[in-house]
């Protein structure tokens, strides 16, 4: 079992930033590459980053691609994303997700673990 548990959602401007982390716990978290998705209002939950176990490869989606960065620390295995330059399109609940391969884990149903969510509201 991973528990995932995130922190750091609110209330932002358009322009701004924010860091959204996850702490992974369990027996196994440290072998689990880390993940994170959104689901706006009435659509559906899409992927958003990834880290593999070691912290050195990531992804991020096309959407967010040169404002959003995905990162690791292996000493604790929290995740953490950067989010910066905030669009009004980017609110959404955001989770944080587990899976052991991480070559996978963009896909919703390849995911073993979910975090609950933590809602990010972007304002123009």
């Known amino acids: 079992q991973v528990y995932l548990v995130e922190s750091g959602g609110g209330s932002v401007q358009a322009g701004e930033s924010l860091k959204l982390s996850c702490a992974a716990s369990?027996?196994?978290?440290?072998?689990?590459?880390l993940a994170w998705f959104r689901r706006a209002l009435e659509k559906e939950r899409v992927f958003v980053a990834a880290?593999?176990?070691?912290?050195?490869?990531?992804r991020v989606a096309d959407s967010v691609s040169g404002r959003f960065t995905i990162s690791r620390d292996t000493t604790d295995n929290t995740v953490s994303l950067q989010m910066n330059n905030l669009k009004p399109e980017d609110t959404a609940v955001y989770y944080c997700?587990?899976?052991?391969?991480?070559?996978?884990?963009?896909?919703?149903?390849?995911?073993?673990?979910w975090g609950k969510g933590t809602l990010v509201t972007i304002s123009s």
């Open positions: 880290v593999d176990r070691t912290g050195e490869n990531t």
């Open positions: 997700a587990a899976d052991p391969h991480y070559t996978n884990i963009h896909s919703e149903v390849a995911v073993d673990y």
């Open positions: 369990g027996r196994s978290a440290n072998w689990y590459a």
